[in-house]
């Protein structure tokens, strides 16, 4: 079975990932055969026919998972619905069966978040449902990023970044160590608001998959992904009010700097650990850390030249607050766990999941990453289901897919 990992979705500032989400990180396919030098039996090309996908290479795949929030005390319990639709081609199986390019394959995601309960900020917009609850013209209201101040208007569904993926399942095996590498390029457009307001043009990260498997049950893996960021700006930025309020009864244009102060990121790097083991009955477990290391831009020297004598956000904010790093290395760490089921082309999966700093915003001593239940809302539970085009088509038509784990 196929270990859940863990993603990587691109937001405005550290490239935070979605919080209880598995993974698409691609695994060695250890089964390659080589390129047999006689003619096959009867039976064997019988067994290849089986295994050609059934609508040629392409697929469709569609993940749903709840999260749910451990913490409930007032106001503080979170619940969201998250889809993945993940589209893919199949290249090398429909173009170089046969080959080394076989197990090569190109794929997208798109993920979509619906919140049913809870304060997320990222739901949440600075201004206000309806101009009878309040005069915005009397208020500060400043567009920033997506969820940076909370306000009473609410955002049904978020829309996330888009990965476009070219991935080899299948590299090369390491001699000896019996070692399966494989790797994967990757890239993600800003199709969400935060991204979109952060700046962010593209992203670029080429991953590297390490995996042994033992007695072909128990799976060990690492994955080390270094992906850089190119952004229009270095900070985010911030739209102008463009309104003007009455002081002593004087009209007086309105100051909004051009920046929130938070730098965007220059590049990251991902190191990522896991282990699954499948078990009888099309069960399976899965264990998961990832570390999360990222380099914003260097911005402590100005990052607001307006003209304004004196007025500089980013080192005006870090002197207020010292817990906004310039130039400082944000470092994240994720565990997730799960027990996992598999059957034809459908799979479910029950997890914990925690994403939280590696060290303590309060004290910077080290923080376990295992579980929390807070207002932070670090730790959430999810429930996931998952089913591919190819799988059904498999099924319908009794021919094994290719992609069907035994």
Known sequence: MVPLLISLVVISQAGTPLPGAPSDEPTPAAEVAPPQATAPSPEAEKKADDRAPVLKGLDLALTVFN??????GPEGYTNSFTFWLEPSFAIGKVLFNGTWFEKLAVSARLPIEFEVAGNDPRFRGTGFASSALFNPEALPIVETQAGAADGTEHRAALLGDLWLTVAHGHLFTIPLLNIDVASSLRTALPTSIASRNAGLIASLGLGLIFERKFFDRLSLGYAFRPTKYFFSRQTGGVAALGTSVTINGRTEQTWTPSSTGIPNPDFGFINGFWA??????????????????????????NCNPIGMQGV???RDGQAVNPNIEHAVWRNE??????????????????????FRPVESTRDRSPTQPFFESNRNNYTTLYLSFSANAEGIAGWVTGRASSGETK
């Open 276 to 301: 699954s083991l499948d078990l009888p009955k099309g069960f399976g477990v899965s264990v998961n850390y990832f570390l999360f290391n990222t380099r914003p831009y260097d911005v402590s020297a």
């Open 67 to 72: 999260s749910t929030g451990t913490y409930f």
């Open 312 to 314: 500089d956000v980013c």
């Open 333 to 354: 760490h994720w565990f997730l766990a799960s027990v996992d089921y598999h059957r034809s082309f459908w799979s479910l999966a029950l997890g914990i999941s925690t």
